[in-house]
C-alpha cells in the first residue's frame, strides 16, 4: 500500500495544524477519499442525517475549541444542502471549512450527471472559494485557513476534484501566513478619543463579537470597570463580561420590548464607544439610534464602516483590546450616571422581563435556568422564544448562549447543541427550540444518540408559527399558513433512543430537568404552551 501524500492529505494535514479534530457530513462517493484523510491526519468525521445540521454541529465544536469547522459535502445535491448553513457562517462570523467533492473539469465537459459549478453557487456566500491542485495542495490549504480565520471570521470553500483528490501531492513547502500583530490607533485620532473619555459624564458601551476573536475581555472589564461605563451586548456576545455585573445592562438586538428601555438610554449618553460591535445582529430600530453631529461616538471595529447602520465621530479599524488600553493610558476613572439612571434602567428591563410567571414561556426559560447548573451551554433556535430566551438567559461567560443571531435561520439549535456537547463533556448542554424548527431536524435525535451526546432538547409546544403569527395579527390579517398538529415530542425522543417528557407545569419542568441531568443520553422535553404566550412579552 502507497504511503505517499496524496493531495488531500496534505489539505488535511493543515486542518489538522489548525486545531480541527472533527468533521461533519453526508458522504457521497466523490469524497470518500477526502473523508479517508481526514480521519488519518487525525480529525475524526461524524455522519449527519442533513449537511445543513452537519455544518451547525461543526460550528458548536467550534464555539468550544476555537478551531475552524469543517463541513464535508458531496457533488451537487449534498453540496447544495449546504448552502442555508454556509450562508448562516458568512453573516454569523463563523469560520467555517466547506470541503465539496466535484466532477474532474475535463469529465464535466462531457458528462452532466449531478454537474454544477460549486464555487460559482458558494463565491457570493463564502469569503473565499478555491478549487484543489495537487501541485498547490499546500499553499491552497494554508490560504483558506488563513482566510477563514481572519477578521471578520467566515466560511471559505474548497472544491476537490475526484482524480485530484487521490493524486500524489507535491513536496509541501509548509507555507504559513504568520497572523497580523494586533494594531492600536495613534495621533491626533487617538488624543480626541481620550479627551472624550476623560469628559465623559454618562458613557455607554455597545459590545460586540470582535471582542472574542481578539481575546480582550479582560481588558475589556477591567476598561469598562475603572471608567465606570454601563454596557449592552449583542447577543453573541453575551456573556464576554458576566452578565451579573452592576454595569451590565443586558443583551440587545431583536427585541422591541427590551429596545423601549435601552434606545433612550442610549440616546442619553455623552459618549458612546462601539467595542468590536457588529451591528449584523441587530433589527432595523437599531438604525441611526444616535446623531454623531450631537452624541460623541467612538467605533472600534475588525473591519471599517459598509454597513452604515450607524455612524461614529471617531472610527477605528484597529483591535479592541489594544485599543482599550491606549485609550485608558494614564487617565483617571470616575463617578457616570450620577443621577441612578442606571439602577432605573435595570429595574425597568427586570420588570419587563419577570422571572416569576407561574407558566408560559417565560416560566419555562426562568425555570431552566435556575435548574440547570453555572457554566450549563445552551442553543437557540429561531423564533419568538428566541427573542425572550435572549433577554432572560444570563451568562457567565462567553458563548454560553449559541444561536443564529444574523441570517436568524431555523433548525439551527439542535445540531448546535450536539456539536458543543460533542467538544466539551464536562457542562450540561441544553437546546430551546419552538416546535417547527425542531419538526425541521428531528432526525438528528438519532445523531445525538450515535454520538453518545446527552444533550437535553427543549421544545416550545404550541402548534404555531408563534413569531410569524403575532406578526399577522398585528397586521390585522387572517390566520394562514402559521398553524399545525400538536405532536408527541416526547414520544419521539424515546422513539429515537433517548427520554422524553411532556410538561405543563414549572414543578413537572423542573423534575425532568433534574432527571435530564442525570441520564446518560439524550433527552426531550415538550414544554406545553398556550399560543398567544408572547404577546407583549418581546
Known amino acids: 500500500m ?17 486545531g480541527c479534530r472533527h468533521a461533519f457530513g453526508m458522504p457521497g462517493g466523490e469524497v470518500l477519499t477526502l473523508v479517508d484523510a481526514l480521519e488519518k491526519a487525525g480529525i475524526a468525521f461524524h455522519l449527519a442525517k442533513h449537511e445543513n445540521a452537519a455544518g451547525f454541529m461543526a460550528e458548536g465544536v467550534y464555539h468550544v475549541d476555537g478551531a475552524p469547522a469543517i463541513l464535508v459535502a458531496t457533488v451537487g445535491p449534498g453540496a447544495m444542502n449546504g448552502v442555508n448553513v454556509v450562508a448562516n457562517a458568512l453573516q454569523d462570523r463563523v469560520p467555517l471549512m ?37 501541485g498547490g495542495a499546500d499553499t491552497i490549504a494554508d490560504k483558506a485557513v488563513s ?78 470597570e475603572h471608567f465606570s461605563i454601563p454596557f449592552v451586548t449583542t447577543y453573541k456576545a453575551k456573556g464576554v463580561v458576566n452578565e451579573a455585573h452592576d454595569l451590565c ?63 461614529a465621530g471617531l472610527n477605528f479599524v484597529a483591535d479592541t483590546g489594544a485599543t482599550l488600553e491606549a485609550l485608558a493610558q494614564d487617565l483617571r476613572g470616575g463617578e457616570t450616571w450620577t443621577g441612578y439612571e442606571v439602577a432605573s434602567l435595570k429595574a425597568a428591563l427586570a420588570e419587563a422581563f419577570p422571572q416569576d410567571d407561574t407558566w408560559g414561556p417565560a416560566a419555562v426559560i426562568a425555570e431552566a435556568r435556575a435548574v440547570l447548573p453555572k457554566g450549563t451551554r445552551a442553543t437557540a433556535d429561531s423564533g419568538a422564544h428566541r427573542i ?53 431536524v428531528a432526525g438528528e435525535m438519532a445523531s445525538a444518540l450515535e454520538l453518545g451526546t446527552p444533550v437535553i432538547f427543549v421544545v416550545f409546544v404550541d402548534a404555531s408559527l408563534a413569531l410569524i403569527e403575532l406578526k399577522q395579527r398585528q397586521r390585522q390579517m387572517s390566520n394562514r399558513g402559521v ?30 430537568l433534574d432527571a435530564a441531568l442525570q441520564a446518560d443520553t439524550f433527552t426531550v422535553i415538550a414544554a406545553e404552551i398556550e399560543r398567544e404566550g408572547y404577546d407583549g412579552r418581546i
Open 2 to 18: 502507497s504511503t505517499a501524500l496524496r493531495a488531500v492529505d496534505i489539505l488535511a494535514q493543515r486542518l489538522y495544524e489548525a
Open 98 to 134: 466547506v470541503l465539496t467533492g466535484c466532477v474532474d473539469a475535463d469529465e464535466a465537459l462531457v458528462y452532466t450527471h449531478q454537474v454544477l459549478d460549486h464555487q460559482a453557487v458558494f463565491a457570493p456566500l463564502t469569503k473565499g472559494t478555491f478549487r484543489l491542485t495537487a
Open 147 to 224: 482566510l477563514a480565520m481572519a477578521a471578520r471570521q467566515g466560511p471559505v470553500h474548497i472544491d476537490v476534484p475526484i482524480s485530484v483528490a487521490d493524486a500524489p501531492a507535491a513536496v509541501p513547502v509548509a507555507r504559513r501566513l504568520k497572523p497580523a500583530s494586533p494594531v492600536a490607533p495613534s495621533g491626533a485620532d487617538l488624543a480626541r478619543a481620550r479627551e472624550w473619555l476623560a469628559a465623559a459624564e454618562r458613557p455607554v458601551a455597545i459590545i460586540g463579537l470582535d471582542v472574542l476573536r481578539d481575546g480582550s475581555a479582560c481588558v475589556l472589564q477591567a476598561f469598562l
Open 249 to 311: 445592562l443586558g443583551g440587545a438586538g431583536l427585541s422591541p420590548l427590551a429596545d423601549r428601555h435601552l434606545v433612550p438610554f442610549i440616546q442619553q449618553a455623552d459618549l458612546v464607544l462601539c467595542i468590536g460591535y457588529d451591528p449584523i445582529e441587530m433589527r432595523p430600530g437599531w438604525q441611526e439610534i444616535w446623531d454623531p453631529d450631537r452624541q460623541r461616538v467612538i467605533d472600534i471595529a475588525a473591519v471599517a464602516n459598509d454597513h452604515y447602520m450607524h455612524q
Open 388 to 440: 425572550l430566551l435572549s433577554q432572560m438567559w444570563q451568562c457567565d461567560s462567553p458563548k454560553g448562549l449559541v444561536q443564529s443571531s444574523a441570517l436568524c435561520t431555523m433548525g439551527c439549535a439542535v445540531p448546535l447543541a450536539i456539536g458543543l456537547k460533542l467538544a466539551q463533556d464536562s457542562a450540561p448542554v441544553v437546546s430551546f427550540s419552538g416546535d417547527a424548527g425542531f419538526l425541521m
Open 483 to 512: 398553524d399545525f398538529a400538536r405532536h408527541d415530542y416526547a414520544a419521539m425522543g424515546r422513539a429515537f433512543g433517548g427520554n422524553g417528557h411532556r410538561v405543563t407545569n414549572r414543578e413537572e419542568l423542573r423534575a425532568a
